[in-house]
């Protein structure tokens, strides 16, 4: 599971308010063309795409993703899982403990009780089940916190 920069990195490398706003255009229709979205910069298309792969090479552009309507759902079942974990976990230990697992379409470290939480989709919820325990089979994780999505509003 790769894993974006975090919000602060981000900001920590150079990037100008073409940039950003190349980015809000991306995180709304990240299919746009480079025509497009140069129009509505008032740039050229040759600047966008070159903008675009400089974002990607620097790390703060890695990938792209396709979002569906609510009344689409998920595919299968999804979940939100909280993971708890024993003593002080850091944030490379809890990347390779949930990189091997497929289901894990989203993880966050986060502050509160639990360490991290995550976004899970399966096919079924007996897909779910076993990822969630492959995860609490880790000697670092005392325990999860599963709660299944009924339907995204």
């Known amino acids: 599971m790769k894993q974006p920069p975090s919000v602060g990195s981000l900001y920590d ?3 100008d308010a073409l940039d950003e706003k190349l980015l809000n255009f991306l995180r709304q229709d990240g299919r746009a063309s480079s025509a ?3 129009r509505k910069l008032g740039v050229a298309a040759s600047a966008v795409k070159r903008r675009i792969e400089s974002l990607k090479a620097r790390g703060i552009i890695t990938g792209f993703t396709v979002v569906t309507s609510s009344s689409q759902g998920p595919i299968g079942t999804e ?3 909280e993971v708890f974990c024993r003593g002080n976990v850091s944030t ?3 990347r390779s403990l949930l990189a091997a697992s497929p289901t894990v379409v989203f993880a966050a470290s986060i502050a ?3 360490d991290a939480v995550l976004l899970m989709q399966a096919d ?3 897909a ?3 990822a969630v325990e492959a995860i609490r089979s880790s000697p670092r994780v005392e325990r999860t916190r599963t709660s299944v999505v009924f339907e995204r509003l």
Do not use: K, W
């Open 79 to 81: 979940a939100l899982v």
């Open 13 to 15: 490398q150079h990037m």
């Open 128 to 130: 779910i089940s076993a």
């Open 124 to 126: 079924s919820v007996g």
């Open 112 to 114: 509160g009780a639990a």
């Open 36 to 38: 497009s979205i140069a």
């Open 92 to 94: 490379d230990e809890l």
